[in-house]
C-alpha cells in the first residue's frame, strides 16, 4: 500500500550504476513520527530538476514497503514525479558553508 510520508533526509549515496535500475541512490532519514527510513532504489536523476534533493530536507514522498528487503526500515517510492520538497524545517536552522 502506497502511503504519502514526509522524511527528513539524512544521508544519500553517490550514484550507482545498476543493470536492473540504470542508477541509483540509496537514500535515508527520519520519518515524520521520528522512525528510520531506508529509501531504494531511488533513481536520482530521473527526477525533474526542481524534485532533486539534498541532505537535511524534509520531502513528502510516495512510499511502500520493500518487500525485497527483510529490513523493516527498507521502503521504496512508488512514483518518482509526486516527489515533492518541502521548504519549510520548524526549530532546524541549517548554515551552507563554503
Not at 6 to 22: A, H
Request: net charge positive; charged share 30%; proline share 7%.
Amino acid at each position: 500500500m502506497t502511503k504519502k510520508r514526509k522524511v527528513f533526509i539524512t544521508v544519500k549515496t553517490y550514484p550507482t550504476l545498476s543493470k536492473k535500475y540504470d542508477e541509483l541512490v540509496c537514500t535515508a532519514g527520519i520519518l515524520d513520527d521520528g522512525s528510520w527510513v531506508r529509501i531504494y532504489p531511488l533513481p536520482f536523476r530521473k527526477l525533474d530538476y526542481e524534485n532533486r534533493y539534498r541532505k537535511y530536507q524534509w520531502m513528502e514522498i510516495p512510499l511502500q514497503k520493500n518487500t525485497g528487503d527483510p529490513r523493516p526500515e527498507s521502503y521504496k517510492i512508488t512514483h518518482c514525479c509526486p516527489v515533492k520538497i518541502v521548504i519549510a524545517c520548524s526549530n532546524i536552522l541549517f548554515f551552507k558553508t563554503k
